[in-house]
């Protein structure tokens, strides 16, 4: 539930439900979502897309949106869990199975969004 509003975009605030709280921003460098829990900040950074699409333009913005989100979480000050955040699809699933060994080791996990909101943490080989 939308407890409090942010800026002028529609969907940031603080949302809370059960004590839980998440806030959504658009402030360049501070993470898309930012959420307190009980064993920390996670920090994740979106980028968004059509999931259901073969078209090539729009294949090569889900793969480019990955690697700028990892790129962006790399450039700002680890502060937290920092989650990479992009639609589930084969092309993104193939790019963060190849990145998510690199990206660890920079402190940054992959994470992919379904079209029901189901979200698939994508582990480095070997450590799921």
Known sequence: ???????T???CGTYVRDQQVIRITSVPGKGDVVAKTHEGTIIAECKGGIVNTSHAGQTSRLRKGLCEAV???MASPKTGRQVAMVPHTETTLRL???TAPRAKDAGIEIALVDEL???ADIAPSGTR
Do not use: D, N, Q, W
Request: glycine share 16%; no cysteine.
């Open 71 to 73: 790129g962006l979480l």
């Open 96 to 98: 963060a199975l190849r």
């Open 1 to 7: 539930m939308l407890k409090e509003s942010h800026g």
């Open 117 to 119: 909101g189901r979200v």
């Open 9 to 11: 975009t529609a969907y």
